[in-house]
């Protein structure tokens, strides 16, 4: 990201859009093909007479669906690593409690 706000054009399902953002231009296009992209595969599956506006519905819950699963699986990840990193804690506190314990005898 960019310390300034830039104002950029992005075409979304057809649609173009102006975005003022902090973020570079090539971030904010990849967001916009992921989305357009998101929304073609809808649109393919669905009735031809589907509204835009049904579309970018699915569109959002499909992709709130994977940012959801994505949090969950960083969460179980973030837990696994703690657990780890508390069970080596716990094996060097022991390993340096025996040292020291055999360095005063």
Do not use: W
Request: glycine share 2%; charged share 30%; proline share 1%.
């Amino acid at each position: 990201m960019t310390g300034e706000d830039h104002l950029i054009r992005l075409k979304i399902f057809g649609e173009e859009y102006t975005v003022k953002s902090k973020a570079g231009e090539t971030y904010l296009q990849e967001i916009a093909d992921y989305v357009d992209k998101n929304m073609r595969e809808i649109a393919d599956n669905l009735p031809s007479n589907k509204s835009n506006l049904r579309v970018a519905m699915l569109a959002a819950m499909n992709i709130t669906d994977e940012l959801f699963a994505l949090r969950e699986q960083h969460e179980t990840l973030r837990n696994q690593y703690q657990n780890r990193a508390d069970e080596l804690t716990l094996l060097l506190d022991k390993a340096l409690s025996r040292h020291s314990i055999e360095e005063t005898l």
